[in-house]
């Protein structure tokens, strides 16, 4: 039996270490709202051309299309959560489709429901793709280093590999992958793989043609996933430009090269065109304007140059706020953004983050010299650098912020450091200080990269569990709510998310539980007036009255004019027949809330019983 040398093998284990990780954390996942898999948006899509159509099989809501302005946010509310779940589908002349293209459900959802008779759910299908565009990264990695540095150490390919597989983002987002993650994921997997096929053009021009339509066809796929995509494909040229300069080129042959990079990518886009036209009148509308979504998307200006130097901001040089507590690495905190701009939901400075992008700017030594392979490593560097450019000028034109975007500039900009890696590497061949000083160098900021999206992936997964448990809990699922209150508190013991757990087991009648949860709160941060309050009630409930007594009369330290507590201490001094105690606190709080009649019929009773008993 045939076995790999033991350098391969530390390849492997390395690219087998990146799939376990992205598959433990696709598992580990929220799932949005719990729908079963048939009704994740790509089975719908997959339900709706089986069908013959291209509007998802699904009702539109008679409240939905009676409203008068569908597109209003606040309107639309009640259709976007379940048990509609309509949140980012487009509803257009009295139908429901899935903005952008249908690639993903093609290339992945559709096969998958034939072949197993199942439906897969949008999180494993972005896992899937994740998976794709990790293996032609690393695909292309080992072809530059097979071809180009064979003296570099196998550990070195295996440290590129953690890199382009756990420090561009894939992990954080995965932690809730679902309508918009999958397209990401999808058209990623598919530019890097035509990456991969331009590398390929570029090392090999003897199979240029073959490998330039390749590079097309994937590339235009990835239109037909997210459109954003179309800037960058001007990285089809490189292998065109690559060909007229070559000394034997003639006017034929570039001709031909400049056919096989375009005649692919001008069919997909023709048949997006076709698409959209058929959905929305339009070849230019992928849905985006007709989405019922939490901003009103028909009158956002979506693109805009006032975004950029915020957005290059955040997306670059903002570095996240560290905890004490697991999993350290929290959000940013960023200035407000100028007018028009969108939410900023999660996103991060990818320079002060995950160091290892900045050794893209040590790249140029993979190609210093002359000699074809310089020229083929310089001319993919330069096919990365536009891909990088491309996605992140878009990006940061866009009119919100998120971290899954990031995943798409992300990408290139990591195989341009692992060049970098490389270069360095060749540069430094003699040994010495200066070759130990570098690889610590780049060995720790890759650490530090791949520790920050593990740990970040930790808070997302404590985030995304949090806001599906708040989900449940008001759709009244309250052994559920408390399950997944419990698991965000697990990764992330704060003081919000003991918190949260507290509410949720006092609401189901734990109160020893909840006790326990709102007394962890308070040791976190010191404790607020309103969760002083909450324990007390629970601990009312649980009839010890002294130490709820105590709670209250800590929230009212922390915030003296906090009528509630004013009222609930009012009422445990009342049963623990202090009246004199309760009367004051009654008039307190009716001092702040004049109106409140309930209060003021307990302020009665309490003065009553103090005429009868008290005195």
Not at 227 to 240: D, E, I, N, Q
Not at 435 to 463: E, I, K, M, P, Q
Request: contains cysteine.
């Amino acid at each position: 039996m045939r076995t790999l040398p033991r350098p391969s093998w530390i390849c492997a284990g390395a690219a087998l270490l990146v799939l376990a990780a992205l598959a433990a954390i696709t598992a580990a996942g929220a799932v949005p709202w719990s729908l079963p898999a048939s009704e994740h948006s790509n089975n719908l899509l997959v339900r709706a051309f089986r069908a013959g159509q291209l509007a998802l099989p699904v009702p539109v809501p008679p409240g939905l299309a009676a409203l008068k302005d569908p597109f209003d946010p606040a309107a639309n509310l009640p259709y976007r959560l379940p048990p509609y779940a309509l949140e980012n589908v487009s509803y257009y002349r009295g139908a429901l489709y899935l903005y952008f293209g249908a690639v993903p459900a093609l290339l992945l959802f559709w096969p998958w429901s034939a072949l197993t008779g199942a439906y897969l759910a949008n999180k494993f299908g972005a896992a899937i793709f994740c998976g794709a565009a990790f293996l032609a990264a690393a695909w292309l990695l080992r072809s530059v280093r097979r071809a180009c540095f064979p003296q570099a150490a196998s550990g070195v390919l295996a440290a590129g590999l953690l890199a382009v597989g756990l420090a561009t983002g894939l992990p954080i987002l995965l932690e809730r992958a679902d309508v918009c993650e999958v397209p990401i994921a999808c058209g990623a997997a598919l530019v890097l793989l035509a990456l991969g096929c331009v590398w390929q053009a570029l090392a090999a021009p003897e199979r240029r043609g073959r490998w330039l339509l390749a590079a097309s066809l994937a590339y235009g796929l990835a239109l037909g996933a997210r459109p954003s995509w179309l800037p960058g494909c001007v990285m089809l040229l490189v292998p065109v430009w690559a060909q007229a300069r070559e000394p034997a080129a003639g006017p034929g042959r570039t001709a031909r090269a400049l056919a096989a990079a375009a005649l692919p990518l001008l069919a997909c886009g023709l048949g997006l065109a076709w698409y959209n036209w058929a959905r929305f009148g339009s070849p230019l509308e992928f849905g985006e304007h007709y989405q019922l979504a939490a901003d009103r998307q028909d009158s956002l200006r979506h693109f805009s140059l006032g975004y950029l130097a915020f957005n290059f901001r955040v997306y670059f040089l903002e570095p996240v706020r560290w905890s004490p507590v697991f999993p350290f690495a929290g959000s940013i905190a960023p200035a407000a953004p100028g007018p028009g701009h969108g939410p900023v939901e999660d996103p991060y400075g990818v320079l002060a983050n995950v160091p290892v992008t900045l050794l893209a700017l040590a790249a140029p030594l993979a190609w210093r010299g002359g000699g074809p392979e310089s020229r083929a490593l310089r001319r993919l560097g330069a096919a990365a650098g536009l891909l990088f450019l491309a996605a992140a000028g878009v990006i940061c034109l866009f009119y919100c912020n998120c971290s899954r975007y990031e995943v798409e500039f992300l990408l290139p900009l990591t195989v341009l450091a692992v060049l970098g890696i490389f270069g360095l590497e060749r540069a430094l061949a003699g040994g010495g200080p200066a070759r130990v000083a570098a690889r610590c160098g780049w060995a720790l900021l890759l650490a530090f990269s791949v520790a920050f999206n593990l740990l970040s992936s930790a808070d997302h997964y404590a985030t995304e569990h949090a806001s599906l448990g708040r989900f449940l809990l008001r759709a009244g699922r309250l052994p559920e709510a408390t399950a997944e209150f419990r698991r965000a508190a697990s990764v992330r013991p704060s003081a919000a998310e003991h918190y949260a757990l507290a509410g949720a087991l006092a609401a189901g009648g734990q109160l020893d539980a909840a006790i326990g949860e709102y007394r962890a709160s308070i040791a976190r941060d010191g404790g607020r007036a309103l969760v002083h309050n909450d324990l007390a009630i629970a601990l009312a409930r649980s009839r010890r009255l002294p130490e709820a007594a105590e709670e209250l009369q800590a929230a009212l330290r922390l915030q003296p004019a906090y009528g509630e507590a004013m009222a609930n201490l009012g009422n445990v001094y009342l049963l623990m027949r202090r009246l004199p105690e309760a009367i004051a606190q009654y008039q307190g709080a009716l001092r702040l809330a004049p109106g409140d009649e309930a209060l003021r019929a307990r302020l009665a009773l309490a003065e009553r019983a103090w005429e009868a008993y008290g005195r």
